[in-house]
């Protein structure tokens, strides 16, 4: 194996233990943090694949905000909704969750449904045989595909960012006003 | 292609093994003598009531969204600045189409008082 490989090896443990994690984990913040861990593991991927910007962006955008997103979102929770039920026994609790369809079957059935979406993109996809070795000025590609092809995709996503920033002000006015 | 890379994984590296070396350092040196006055948290000298974990108020939510979506403009004006002098005029037109829609959603929150602390 060469050292590229290593790398990857290392990254990708990393990055699928810390995943594993997150949905094992007992405290939803180390949840959080853990999912943060997984974002940095797969940015370390991109940057493998000579994705360089990408990787910088999902340090930025995934690591830096989503995952503050989301601790945002467990802090504005309530207690009593975070602590749940005690983990005493892992099968009495699968099997009482498979039963009940709020928390066990819609949440199943939404998470094969992604998985098989994400088989069938991944074999149908045109993958390279190997990645881009030379490292390709990224930023400077992307630049120039973002303001000549995709110019109005770009403006479409200032529009949407716009759309999520009204509706969560809308929202958590609304909730201010009723609280 | 990771060549380049090498100066941040000995960063990680080194990074890493600190603060495995500190923590562990730490654990052999310490006297362990836990009792539970002394597990208990500390609050002032006084015995804490109620539950550490508290629900915040949905105004930090704003402030969180709002710098999410100031961090993902920052993103697009990297490839922008890069490209800024062969794209001209046009560029800097497209680019403060962009930032103008996301101001205008600055605005909205200010005129909203969204972003007054209270």
Request: charged share 15%; net charge neutral; with cysteine.
């Amino acid at each position: 194996m060469t050292v590229t490989d290593w790398v990857f090896l290392a990254i990708a443990l990393v990055t699928l233990f810390s995943a594993y994690r997150v949905v094992t984990t007992h405290k939803i913040m180390h949840a959080a943090l853990w999912l943060g861990l997984t974002f940095v593991g797969v940015a370390g991927i991109f940057l493998l694949l000579g994705a360089d910007f990408l990787a910088a962006a999902q340090v930025l955008v995934y690591v830096g905000a989503i995952t503050t997103i989301i601790i945002f979102g467990i802090m504005l929770s309530s207690v009593e909704d975070l602590r749940g039920e005690s983990f005493d026994n892992v099968w009495k609790r699968l099997s009482s969750r498979l039963t009940s369809s709020r928390r066990g079957i819609w949440p199943l059935l939404a998470a094969v449904g992604l998985a098989a979406a994400m088989v069938i993109v991944v074999s149908r996809g045109q993958w390279p045989a190997s990645p881009h070795a030379p490292a390709l000025d990224t930023p400077r590609l992307l630049g120039e595909a973002l303001f000549t092809r995709f110019v109005i995709p770009f403006e479409a996503a200032s529009i949407v960012l716009l759309v999520a920033l009204i509706g969560a002000i809308a929202l958590a006015l609304k909730e201010e006003r009723t609280e | 292609m990771l060549d380049q890379y090498t100066g941040v994984g000995v960063f990680l590296a080194v990074g890493a093994l600190f603060v495995a070396v500190t923590l562990l350092a730490g654990k052999l040196l310490r006297p362990h003598n836990p009792y539970p006055e002394k597990l208990a948290t500390y609050e002032c000298g006084e015995i804490p009531v109620g539950e550490g974990q508290i629900k915040f108020h949905i105004r930090y939510y704003i402030f969180s969204l709002i710098f999410v979506v100031f961090d993902v403009e920052t993103v697009f004006l990297y490839p922008w600045a890069v490209v800024f002098e062969e794209m001209g005029l046009f560029g800097f037109v497209v680019m403060m189409l962009f930032i103008g829609t996301l101001v205008e959603g600055l605005v909205y929150a200010w005129k909203k008082g969204a972003l007054r602390w209270v």
